[in-house]
Structures are given as C-alpha cells and as structure tokens.
C-alpha cells in the first residue's frame, strides 16, 4: 500500500522559507517520479513541481519556478520542498504524489497546511 505523509508546513511571513518534506513507504521510492501540488482555499488542485527518478532532472509552474526547489533523498524514501521569498498567494494545503505532472501514479498524503500572514 502507499503511503505518503507530508510534514513541515506552518506559518510564516512574507518573504519566509519553509522546508517541507514527504515521507513514501508502500513502493520503489527511487523508481518514481514524484510531484508536488498545492490546492488554496476555495481553488482547485494545482502542480507545482516535479522530479524524475532517474536523473534527478526537474520541473516547476512558472508561479513557483526560480522560489522553490524540489529535491528527493532515495535513502531515505522522502521528496522535499524548499519553499523561499514566500508570498500570500503561496497560502494552501500542500500535497506529495507519486508520478509527473500528467502521469499520476497515485493518490496524495493527507497534507501539510503552509500559511504565509503577516
């Protein structure tokens, strides 16, 4: 069975960082592609970022691109998101996946809530 358990999100200020990270268990953690997304209140899902399995290559939306970095550590079967120059729009539930962006290979974790107030 997957598993996919996001932690690290919180509240911070404009301009913040934040490190969240995603623990896999249930498959081949370094055999997977594995994606970010993100859904704010009262909008739907959104992809954010994504990393291959075999060269490590990436990708992100252009509303995160040159902010934040995605990043994967295979020994320890977890994804990792560095979130930096925060902004409000940024405020939403974030979640990890296994797959790309248009290759979906399972459902999300339940989630780490990332809040960006002053």
């Known amino acids: 069975e997957v598993q996919l358990m996001e932690s690290g999100g919180g509240l911070v200020q404009p301009g913040g960082s934040l490190t969240l990270s995603c623990a896999a268990s249930?498959?081949?953690?370094?055999?997977?592609?594995m994606s970010w997304v993100r859904q704010a209140p009262g909008k739907g899902l959104e992809w954010i970022s994504e990393i291959a399995s075999l060269d490590d290559s990436t990708n992100y939306a252009d509303s995160v691109k040159g902010r934040f970095t995605i990043s994967r550590d295979n020994a320890k079967s977890t994804l990792y998101l560095r979130l930096d120059k925060l902004k409000s729009e940024d405020t939403a539930m974030y979640y990890c996946r296994r797959g790309t962006r248009y290759q979906v290979l399972s459902n999300r974790g339940q989630g780490t809530q990332v809040t960006v107030s002053s």
């Open positions: 249930g498959f081949i953690f370094s055999n997977s592609a």
